[in-house]
Nanobody, 125 residues
Framework: QVQLVESGGGLVQPGGSLRLSCAAS????????IAWFRQAPGKEREGVSC????????LYANSVKGRFTISRDNPKNTVYLQMTSLKPDDTAVYYC??????????????????WGQGTQVTVSS
């Protein structure tokens, strides 16, 4: 059974850092595009970053470029999102997702087949 489980969210002050983890079971992450999305109250789900299968090509939303880094640990079957210089606008539920049915690389949520349950990130003083 395909499953994605996020962890690592929490409360952090502005300017702080967090590392989110997305652990997969039922499939091998390195063979699929994996992305992080976020959704704040009253807002649409937003693509944050993705990492492609095999080559590990990465994409970032302009809002997080230079502050967030996506990476993959193949032996642990886990994808990470390192977040630095966090701002209150980064407050949201963060989800990881996988494209299982195509070779799509991008941040369109409709192209992703499997989703985790989400982890809350709150940036506040």
């Amino acid at each position: 059974q395909v499953q994605l489980v996020e962890s690592g969210g929490g409360l952090v002050q502005p300017g702080g850092s967090l590392r989110l983890s997305c652990a997969a079971s039922g499939f091998t992450l390195e063979y699929y595009t994996i992305a992080w999305f976020r959704q704040a109250p009253g807002k649409e789900r937003e693509g944050v970053s993705c990492i492609s299968r095999r080559t590990g090509q990465t994409l970032y939303a302009n809002s997080v470029k230079g502050r967030f880094t996506i990476s993959r640990d193949n032996p642990k079957n886990t994808v990470y999102l390192q977040m630095t210089s966090l701002k209150p606008d980064d407050t949201a539920v963060y989800y990881c997702a996988a494209v299982l049915s195509s070779s799509y690389i991008g941040l369109g949520p409709e192209r992703f087949d499997a989703w985790g349950q989400g982890t809350q990130v709150t940036v506040s003083s």
